[in-house]
């Protein structure tokens, strides 16, 4: 039985820093290959942050590089977004995904194989 759990989310205000944390159980080497961060804002469709590959690779959404990281620690099944200078239109619910990979890179985009945590929420206020 896999189970994402998120933590982290919070109220901040804009300029700060939040870091997100996603702890993985019930899961494969297979099963972990690609993690990744999502977000759903009010009124809005779920979007791709940014994900990681097991060997390290990293991709992320333009409205977020540079200000957002995403990192994993492997041994403990865990995958972690820092997230900098945030700013208003980062509100949103914070979802951690993981799922398996056939190539060297991970998508943003969602597929059926992916399993999801309950989500987290951000709210940044200005």
């Known amino acids: 039985q896999v189970h994402l759990v998120e933590s982290g989310g919070g109220s901040v205000q804009a300029g700060g820093s939040l870091r997100l944390s996603c702890a993985a159980s019930?899961?494969?080497?297979?099963?972990?290959?690609?993690r990744g961060w999502f977000r759903q804002a009010p009124g809005k469709q779920r979007e791709g942050i940014a994900t990681?590959?097991?060997?390290?690779?990293?991709t992320y959404a333009d409205s977020v590089k540079g200000r957002f990281m995403i990192s994993q620690d492997n041994a403990k099944n865990n995958v972690y977004l820092q997230m900098n200078s945030l700013k208003t239109e980062d509100t949103a619910m914070y979802y951690c995904?993981?799922?398996?990979?056939?190539?060297?890179?991970?998508?943003?985009?969602?597929?059926?194989?992916?399993?999801w945590g309950q989500g987290t929420q951000v709210t940044v206020s200005s």
């Open positions: 995904a993981t799922g398996p990979s056939f190539g060297g890179a991970c998508p943003r985009s969602e597929t059926a194989s992916l399993f």
């Open positions: 019930g899961v494969t080497e297979h099963s972990t290959l690609c």
């Open positions: 990681i590959h097991r060997t390290g690779n990293t």
